[in-house]
């Protein structure tokens, strides 16, 4: 099972992921994070950045690795996922820019369209997977969750041994998503590159967040439901060291919600995460 920590609200999430980094990188200055977009993802950056800046941490070899990229949006537009990567944790952080990628980096706005463009965007997951694999693997994953128990671009149905491909977004994660494009569903993308479950469970860490009430069905499928493509987030049981940030709201459906804070409560501070 998945260590399980209900925290006040964000910034609390925040910092507990903060610490974990910036120690990681103090010990490993060559660390390499798996990057993640999204709003859930935001107050742990800025913690992070907080403290390394606090403690002034040499990050010039950090590497990262986002989740993550539109199909079809040049990678200068501001919502392409290389831009929000740059924006919220390359700048915050003073990482290399050289030394932070995104899926499909090399299509920069390639349609599926474009039939000229086919070969390179079925070779691009293969290609990202090896890239993580000659960075020496992700030390640290943070994730967030959709509402329907996605993780990354694993919608619902994606099985749980997948890797880094090309998959089309539900609908549902577009009208989600809408609010970065102007609130215009015609403006969202419909395809993606996206790292797989299989991918993402080969980072040595991985470091859920959900916040409020709309997350609590899928955290709750998540930690406590069985392991099902229909729940992508629930191949998080799976892993030898996950762990879970949520806030109480997101928290509300969890049947062992007192074990969790019991567990929290006497753990020694030395542990970590």
């Known amino acids: 099972m998945a260590e399980v920590i209900i925290v006040q609200n964000e910034e609390e999430a925040g910092r507990i992921y903060g610490r974990a980094v910036a120690d990681l990188i103090a010990k490993k200055p ?10 859930s993802p935001l ?3 800025r913690e992070l950045a907080a403290i390394l800046k606090e403690e002034g941490t040499d990050v010039s070899r950090v590497q990262g ?5 539109y199909i079809g949006l040049p990678l200068t537009h501001p919502e392409s996922y ?3 990567i740059t924006r919220t944790v390359v700048e915050p952080l003073g990482l290399n820019p050289e030394r932070v990628h995104v899926p499909g980096d090399s299509l920069n706005g390639a349609g599926l369209d474009d039939p000229a463009c086919a070969e390179q965007i079925l070779a691009a997951g293969p290609a990202y997977d090896a890239a993580i694999r000659a960075a020496g693997g992700i030390d640290v994953q943070i ?3 959709g509402t329907d128990g ?5 919608e619902p149905g994606s099985s749980l041994a997948s890797r880094t491909r090309l998959k089309t977004l ?5 009208v989600d998503n809408a609010r970065f494009f102007e609130g215009d569903l015609d403006q969202v993308p419909t395809h993606c590159i996206t790292q797989g479950i299989g991918t993402i469970l080969e980072a040595r860490h991985l470091v859920l967040l959900a916040f409020g009430e709309g997350k609590a069905a ?3 499928d998540t930690v406590e439901g069985a392991v099902s493509a229909t729940c992508p987030a629930s191949a998080l049981q799976l892993h030898p060291h996950a762990t879970i940030l949520v806030d109480e709201a997101a928290a509300s459906q969890l049947q062992y919600a007192d074990y969790y804070r019991y567990v929290a409560a006497h753990k020694p501070e030395w542990q970590g995460i």
């Open 30 to 39: 060559g660390a390499v994070l798996g990057l993640a977009t999204g709003s």
């Open 82 to 84: 290389r831009s929000t």
């Open 218 to 220: 899928a955290v709750r």
């Open 150 to 154: 996605h993780v990354g671009f694993n």
């Open 170 to 174: 539900t609908e549902q994660t577009r």
């Open 65 to 69: 690795f986002a989740l993550d990229e």
């Open 143 to 145: 994730l967030g969750i």
């Open 43 to 45: 107050a742990a950056y």
